[in-house]
């Protein structure tokens, strides 16, 4: 591999921990995410890079995995800011404007009403999706990301959604290194979150769907060192993504029990997570909608809607197993 690549680790206010950001150090230097917007983050990055050599101005462009906080947010704090390469189709995860800000808060009102979410709890949680995105970077105008990284054209961009819409993954195919975001963790298996529908589309998205593919699409690949968002590199990535897979059929497969009769995925959620459903509502509510819609797709489900609530409940014939 031409390039060298330098782990940097960074403190973040989240719950999932720290999270890496990559230099990637070729005739070019990229830098890979940029952590959550906290002067604690800022600090060490850049006391990091003056360990390793560099300057903040030696950094020339960024290239990002996905929109969340914790890999976009340091891009305010630096006094001339590099180039951003994003993916064409979402950028609009990354401008923020205040049409799709507005989207995006009468979307989840909607939504988790639907789900059966007392409405007590969909104030609080727009409330605290709002907060959480103070830990963001608006970057208003990136330039659209190609099917190589630019300026270093042995790296591919590989579509990775499911995490997020917008997610993506750098592949060195000759080195099988694989920089992956957050599809693919060591440590914890990658929530698909639930996000609003773009470009006029008005059918709720699936992220489950997509992440599943994403994970196929990767296990597909001799894969043999993967640097992911969070903790460190790994190399049983295929081994890895059958874990992952399995773990979803098999708590589809015991929610599937719960569903003799119709039921909210808010109720559900309460069944699955009974420590933190009203705690970590977008969390709770984004990985039971996600493993309803896997049932769905099995065609083992079927929906109802009543007074603008949606039910699911087992499908009728349906023989019900407890996946091994
Ligand atoms: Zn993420």
Redesign the pocket.
């Known amino acids: 591999m031409k390039e060298k690549i330098i782990t940097i680790e960074l403190p973040t206010p989240f719950h999932?921990g720290a999270v890496n950001v990559y230099l990637l150090v070729g005739d070019t230097i990229t830098l890979i995410d940029c952590g959550p917007k906290t002067k604690e983050a800022w600090t060490v990055f850049t006391e990091q890079l003056h360990h390793y050599g560099y300057r903040e101005s030696d950094i020339e462009q960024l290239v990002l995995t996905?929109y969340?906080p914790?890999?976009v947010g340091m891009y305010a704090y630096f006094s001339e800011p590099p180039t951003v390469f994003a993916p064409a189709d979402e950028m609009v995860y990354l401008q923020r404007d205040s049409l799709f800000l507005q989207h995006r808060t009468t979307f989840f009102t909607t939504f988790y009403k639907q789900m059966g979410v007392p409405p007590k709890l969909i104030e609080g949680e727009q409330k605290k999706l709002a907060m959480y995105a103070h830990y963001a970077s608006v970057i208003s105008a990136p330039l659209p990301l190609g099917p190589t990284l630019p300026c270093h054209p042995d790296w591919q961009v590989l579509k990775t959604p499911g995490?997020?819409p917008d997610?993506r993954s750098f592949y060195h195919k000759d080195s099988g290194t694989l920089l992956g975001?957050?599809c693919l963790l060591p440590h914890v298996s990658?929530t698909a979150?639930m996000e609003p529908p773009l470009h006029g589309e008005t059918v709720r998205l699936k992220p489950i769907l997509h992440y599943r593919q994403s994970l196929r699409m990767l296990r597909s690949l001799p894969v043999t060192l993967l640097y992911p968002?969070h903790r460190l590199p790994f190399s049983n990535v295929s081994t890895l993504i059958d874990e992952r897979l399995h773990l979803q059929e098999k708590r589809a497969s015991s929610l599937l029990l719960a569903l003799q009769s119709p039921q909210t995925p808010y109720e559900l959620s309460q069944l699955l997570f009974p420590k933190i459903y009203t705690k970590d509502l977008h969390l709770t509510i984004s990985e039971t909608v996600a493993l309803l819609d896997l049932l769905e797709e099995q065609q083992l489900v079927e929906r109802q809607e009543h007074e603008h609530t949606t039910y699911y409940v087992q499908k009728e014939g349906v023989e019900v197993n407890e996946a091994p």
């Open positions: 999932i996905h969340h914790d890999h995490h997020s997610h975001g957050d990658s979150l968002g």
